[in-house]
């Protein structure tokens, strides 16, 4: 899709949004001029979601739901967090301690977990969120103050990850594929780094350099001999960041489980060479898009996660994939069917069934979402995996 289709297809911005998208470009082109006219795209990503007071999750926008950019499981049906309270209840019967939910969101996660886990008579001690946009976690603390007080009372908010390790669940659904990443393009069998130049205009425009030398040793290491045989011009992106973040989650965790949810694939399917042109992709109300430069903060981007990396980084410090499979498989292992089965009436039974189509379909979120647990000092068998074990795919 060329940069004119994307924006023909896009809502138009108001005066405030085009002032707003104007303020962030200007931001990056001082970047770009202080940096001596490149950046990496990975650069130009963190920017352009996380610049302070401009960025799409630093500035304030409504990004979920209705109105919003984007919808996650959560807000798709409560039924998401209900199949979820029940794999947060096995492991808290081993373990004890709390819950901490990077990116909440809305605050329907939580909301509903909790809950939930009242129902199934196994709070935790806390439930700690890490939430780094100032307007979701406004919208987070509204959701959580319909809660019963001895519920609401359980959730606190802090700005850093613990500084002493938590026993009981990370939970992390749809956080990764925000990581700022790296993107990059064969060129003669070499590698080429992606990034974003000044157009003689004063544009933001795409631009290619030599590889840094960490993400070509990076490329050399997760590709290996598959950068002889991929087409030319082949174009991916590879994340540099995901990693020491895995690593520095699984440092937080003294006992129990990291449970990610996301949309992505095992290395091999992931740099398949079909997959030409990377797994990039931009949201903005609702609409779709790979046209990462338009309406800089005011869209959010994302690529699919390497489940092979995190693995690996995984290992690194001494955590165990202790389960990978599609969010379908996840959520019917967790009694997705039964939750159905419990609608009070026909109508409520119908939309949630509407509501599961979406959350299990190969079409929908199904199959391109997986769910993967890491864990440290536990063993007992986790129940969302009893259906499908994806882990020799890493």
């Not at 401009?54 to 039924?79: H, I, N, R």
């Not at 008579?121 to 103050?145: C, F, M, N, T």
């Amino acid at each position: 899709m060329s940069a004119s289709g994307a924006r023909s297809m896009l809502p138009a911005l108001s005066p405030d949004e085009r002032r707003h998208c104007e303020a962030v470009a200007t931001h990056i082109r001082a970047e770009l001029v202080a940096a001596g006219g490149w950046l990496s795209f990975e650069r130009f990503m963190e920017l352009a979601l996380y610049a302070p007071g401009l960025g799409y999750y630093s500035a304030g926008s409504v990004k979920l739901g209705t109105g919003g950019d984007f919808v996650t499981a959560p807000e798709v049906s409560e039924l998401f967090g209900r199949c979820l309270a029940r794999q947060c209840a096995e492991v808290l019967r081993e373990t004890g301690g709390g819950i901490l939910e990077l990116g909440a969101g809305t605050g329907a996660l939580a909301a509903t977990v909790l809950a939930a886990l009242e129902s199934l008579g196994v709070l935790p001690d806390r439930y700690a969120i890490l939430e780094v946009s100032a307007d979701l976690a406004a919208r987070q603390r509204a959701r959580i103050a319909s809660l019963a007080p001895h519920l609401r009372e359980r959730v606190v908010w802090i700005e850093r990850l613990p500084e002493a390790p938590l026993r009981g669940l990370i939970l992390a659904n749809e956080v990764a594929d925000a990581l700022p990443c790296r993107r990059f393009r064969l060129r003669g069998g070499k590698v080429r780094e992606l990034g974003v130049a000044l157009a003689p205009d004063g544009s933001l425009q795409d631009a290619e350099a030599d590889p840094e030398p960490a993400l070509a040793a990076a490329c050399a290491a997760v590709l290996g001999e598959a950068l002889r045989s991929l087409p030319e011009g082949y174009t991916s992106e590879i994340n540099l960041r995901v990693a020491p973040w895995t690593a520095t989650l699984g440092e937080c965790l003294e006992r129990g489980v990291l449970l990610l949810i996301d949309y992505g694939l095992p290395r091999s399917h992931y740099y398949h060479p079909q997959r030409s042109s990377g797994t990039l992709r931009c949201h903005f109300r609702q609409r779709a898009h790979d046209e990462p430069l338009l309406n800089p903060g005011l869209q959010d981007i994302t690529a699919w996660v390497d489940f092979t990396r995190i693995a690996e980084a995984a290992a690194d410090v001494g955590l165990e994939v202790a389960g990978f499979a599609t969010q379908a498989a996840f959520l019917l292992a967790l009694g997705l069917e039964q939750r159905l089965a419990e609608a009070p009436d026909p109508v409520t039974q119908a939309r949630l069934a509407g509501e599961a189509r979406r959350l299990v379909m190969p079409e929908e979120m199904g199959e391109a979402f997986k769910a993967m647990a890491l864990a440290r000092g536990y063993d007992a068998p986790l129940a969302g995996f009893a259906l499908q074990d994806l882990r020799h795919s890493l």
